[in-house]
């Protein structure tokens, strides 16, 4: 039962132009979400996260957006820039101290083309 | 350097084997998660300690053991070892109450 869902495999963007990737889940307890970044050869990294009382949340070029109605949030990168090419996770967990679990999808191969 | 140390980085072995993962969480982080990484797949919980117990358990294996010592750091024992338990293995941790993990680099498990 894959409750994080992120339907697409790859991305390929143009430098310069917007990025955006897609996560949806299914389980209603879901509270908390992230987005992790992960290159060859090392661990995913944090990269933005959003809770539920919020739609939106920026850092830089990054934002994350989630419309709770529809259990769906993404990940805009803009502009994009070959250093972002890498695997993106992204990840849900309950807001309860006792239950740290996070949720991953099977990622998104993000390439940035020059 | 994400603080989070995992040995060793790379391990083939034969099926049939035993083999001890090793984790060193961050600093001060009290809870250490398993994840496994098969290909094309996404990172999959297996197991979490707090403080030295265990908190909750994911897709581990009846072959597979954990433990959390008292100076924080965790082991993952894979034993009787199947073709198919080649995969990346990481190790996490987060602050009490952490919102997020920071992930160790990983061990690259071959069963051959």
């Known amino acids: 039962d894959q409750q994080v869902k992120q339907n697409s495999p790859s991305l390929s963007v143009q430098e310069g132009r917007i990025s955006i990737l897609n996560c949806d889940y299914t389980n209603s307890m879901f509270d908390y979400f992230l987005w992790y970044k992960k290159y060859p050869a090392e661990g995913p990294t944090f990269l933005i996260s959003i809770s539920s009382i919020k739609d939106k949340n920026e850092d830089g070029r990054f934002t994350v957006f989630l419309n709770k109605s529809a259990k769906h949030l993404s990940l805009h990168i803009v502009p994009s820039q070959p250093g972002d090419s890498a695997v993106y996770f992204c990840?849900?967990?309950?807001?309860?101290?006792?239950?740290?679990?996070?949720?991953f999808g099977t990622g998104t191969r993000l390439t940035i083309i020059p | 350097d994400s603080g989070v140390t995992q040995t060793p980085k790379h391990l083939i072995t034969a099926t049939g084997q035993r083999v001890t993962l090793r984790c060193s969480p961050r600093?001060?982080?009290?809870?250490v998660y398993w994840y496994q990484q098969s290909l094309d797949q996404g990172l999959q919980f297996l197991i979490q300690?707090?403080?030295?117990?265990?908190?909750a358990k994911g897709n581990i294996l009846e072959r597979f053991s954990a433990q959390q010592f008292p100076d924080l750091h965790s082991e993952l024992n894979l034993s009787s070892l199947e073709l198919g338990d080649s995969a990346l293995y990481f190790c996490a941790s987060s602050a009490d109450r952490g919102m997020g993990y920071t992930f160790g680099s990983g061990t690259r498990l071959t069963v051959v």
């Open positions: 600093s001060g982080d009290l809870s």
């Open positions: 990840a849900a967990r309950p807001f309860n101290f006792g239950n740290e679990k996070l949720t």
């Open positions: 300690y707090y403080n030295g117990e265990e908190r």
